[in-house]
């Protein structure tokens, strides 16, 4: 009785366990508990997203600017490319101011205001294929504005203006420029071209033809003739106009030179 009674008081030798009868017995932890947890940095993300708009606010009079340097320029470029055979030392200079709006433009919104400052070679490309964008984005839209008063020389400024502004743009804007100029996109830009300059060379003829209307020959034909109309009375001195002499009363009507009135005195 004694050992019975004392049997789970003193328990036996202990028998070891096996690895797999311990790693059973292990705790198993959830995927989803976390032994630290950080809370988000909810204050510092506000923080920035606000400084971040602050700042776009602060530069958006800025972009207004830069957007209409392009737009000025753009027009600027189109009416010199257009009159140009008018007036050429005048249209000329009209062409570079519209250039330099136009690069002004691009600096103030590629470089000042980008977040991040691009490397040298990319402000010399962007340059110069800015320039060649504000030329083919001139002649296409001055093309448009005036092929009815001048259509022969609008049916070629605007497919040049189509292709020089495609090519122009992805050279700026695309990594990989190359392969959209001479891939699929540039051949679909290059039947379109084509298409355009047969057709406005078949209209060019009609448009030329059409009586009226407001043309930029009739505008030099009229300066030209009224700078003749003026050289000729520009002297300042009028000549005097012969007025009929009255027949004085000692005349006798008889005696005037063409007077017969059958009479022999």
Not at 180 to 206: K, N, S
Request: charge should be neutral; charged fraction near 15%; include cysteine.
């Amino acid at each position: 009785m004694h050992g019975a009674g004392l049997g789970p008081l003193f328990p036996g030798p202990s028998v070891p366990k096996s690895p797999i009868e311990l790693t059973r017995e292990r705790p198993v932890l959830s995927s989803s508990s976390t032994f630290v947890t950080t809370p988000p940095p909810t204050q510092p993300a506000h923080s920035h997203r606000r400084s971040t708009k602050r700042r776009e606010g602060a530069s958006l009079p800025w972009r207004y600017l830069g957007y209409v340097g392009y737009y000025v320029g753009a027009g600027l470029i189109s009416g010199a490319v257009v009159h140009h055979p008018m007036d050429p030392a005048r249209y000329s200079m009209i062409a570079g101011s519209g250039v330099l709006v136009f690069l002004v433009a691009t600096v103030l919104n590629d470089f000042i205001l980008a977040s991040e400052k691009p490397a040298l070679s990319r402000v010399l490309r962007v340059l110069g294929t800015s320039t060649m964008l504000s030329f083919g984005l001139g002649m296409l839209s001055g093309g448009m504005q005036h092929f009815a008063d001048l259509p022969y020389r609008c049916a070629v400024l605007i497919p040049l203006g189509i292709v020089l502004s495609f090519v122009a743009y992805f050279l700026k804007e695309d990594k990989t420029p190359w392969r959209r100029i001479f891939g699929l996109m540039g051949l679909a830009v290059l039947i379109v071209t084509a298409i355009t300059f047969a057709g406005l060379r078949h209209i060019a003829p009609t448009m030329a033809e059409q009586p009226g209307g407001h043309t930029h020959s009739d505008v030099v034909t009229e300066k030209d003739s009224g700078e003749g109309h003026d050289g000729g009375q520009g002297s300042g001195t009028v000549k005097p106009t012969s007025k009929p002499t009255a027949p004085t009363k000692d005349t006798d009507p008889s005696e005037e030179p063409g007077h017969d009135d059958g009479h022999q005195h």
